[in-house]
């Protein structure tokens, strides 16, 4: 699913507080159980934890489907890819193949319930593995069914911004769907414009994305808290949102 450009420009200012927060905690866990710092970000987006990671003194590689959203991950860190710090690249995380292997791996803000289906997850996985050193760390978040069955309507209104994000589950068709939109001040002129997205959650249940991940070759894969990455989550279907660590 591609996030277009309007979305994208709100999203690098309004919509980073989730990267923004975790990243520490993903950081803390990588530094504890490795001392190789470098990591792809699956999915980056606008990049707000690649630029965190770089400013810990990590190679960064960014790969992200949209265009759009790698413009303001670009932005972000462009002095880090001067210095050959960092790179980003328009791919797919089903496809992508960099022809090399990293340490770490993460995808955050349940980038990969953006995935289609089970069959896409699975691609996905056999990607990330094949991209995967010896003993390396695959991180990532995913709504679950729980989570994503809150429908509702959040509305923000700020200085800049007004915005709305409408949630519907819809169970039958193994998705939950949100429409954001709204009206977001220019930078330099006074100015607003409308942005209108409709970004979709396809529901996995974690017992399949454990199996899922065990066929690609993963050893040991674990169920982690939102909160804190240390702590196992032992019945991830009751939790809204859950963290994945899958080694190889
Ligand atoms: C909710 S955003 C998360 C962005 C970032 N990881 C963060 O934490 O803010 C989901 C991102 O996944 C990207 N995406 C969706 N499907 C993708 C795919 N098949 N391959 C690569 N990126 C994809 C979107 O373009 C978007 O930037």
Redesign the pocket.
């Given at each position: 699913?591609?996030?277009g450009k309007s979305f994208a420009d709100v999203y690098s200012k309004h919509l980073?507080h989730?990267?923004v927060q975790i990243a520490p905690r993903i950081y803390k866990y990588i530094s504890t159980k490795s001392n190789k710092k470098e990591v792809l970000d699956l999915?980056?987006?606008?990049g707000?934890?690649a630029y965190y990671f770089l400013t810990k003194d990590f190679q960064v590689t960014g790969?992200?489907?949209?265009n759009d959203?790698l413009y303001h991950a670009k932005e972000l860190s462009k002095q880090f890819i001067e210095k050959g710090k960092a790179e980003f690249y328009n791919?797919?995380?089903?496809y992508f193949s960099l022809n090399k292997k990293f340490p770490n791996i993460v995808?955050?803000?349940?980038?990969l319930n953006?995935?289609e289906d089970e069959q896409s997850l699975i691609q996905c996985f056999q990607q990330v593995y094949e991209h995967l050193e010896d003993d390396g760390i695959f991180i990532f978040d995913l709504n679950t069914k729980l989570g994503l069955s809150k429908g509702g309507t959040f509305i923000r209104e700020e200085e800049t911004l007004f915005s709305v994000a409408q949630s519907m589950f819809e169970p039958l068709r193994n998705k939950a769907f949100t429409r954001y939109y709204g009206f977001v001040k220019n930078d330099d002129s006074p100015d607003y414009y409308k942005y209108d997205e409709v970004i979709y959650n396809t529901i996995f249940k974690m017992e399949d994305v454990r199996e899922y991940l065990y066929n690609a070759g993963f050893g040991s894969v674990e169920f982690a808290h939102l909160n804190n990455l240390f702590k196992i989550v032992e019945e991830p279907e009751s939790e809204e949102r859950v963290f994945i660590i899958a080694t190889k």
């Amino acid at each position: 699913m591609n996030y277009g450009k309007s979305f994208a420009d709100v999203y690098s200012k309004h919509l980073i507080h989730f990267s923004v927060q975790i990243a520490p905690r993903i950081y803390k866990y990588i530094s504890t159980k490795s001392n190789k710092k470098e990591v792809l970000d699956l999915c980056c987006g606008t990049g707000q934890l690649a630029y965190y990671f770089l400013t810990k003194d990590f190679q960064v590689t960014g790969i992200d489907i949209s265009n759009d959203m790698l413009y303001h991950a670009k932005e972000l860190s462009k002095q880090f890819i001067e210095k050959g710090k960092a790179e980003f690249y328009n791919d797919d995380a089903r496809y992508f193949s960099l022809n090399k292997k990293f340490p770490n791996i993460v995808s955050t803000y349940d980038a990969l319930n953006h995935l289609e289906d089970e069959q896409s997850l699975i691609q996905c996985f056999q990607q990330v593995y094949e991209h995967l050193e010896d003993d390396g760390i695959f991180i990532f978040d995913l709504n679950t069914k729980l989570g994503l069955s809150k429908g509702g309507t959040f509305i923000r209104e700020e200085e800049t911004l007004f915005s709305v994000a409408q949630s519907m589950f819809e169970p039958l068709r193994n998705k939950a769907f949100t429409r954001y939109y709204g009206f977001v001040k220019n930078d330099d002129s006074p100015d607003y414009y409308k942005y209108d997205e409709v970004i979709y959650n396809t529901i996995f249940k974690m017992e399949d994305v454990r199996e899922y991940l065990y066929n690609a070759g993963f050893g040991s894969v674990e169920f982690a808290h939102l909160n804190n990455l240390f702590k196992i989550v032992e019945e991830p279907e009751s939790e809204e949102r859950v963290f994945i660590i899958a080694t190889k």
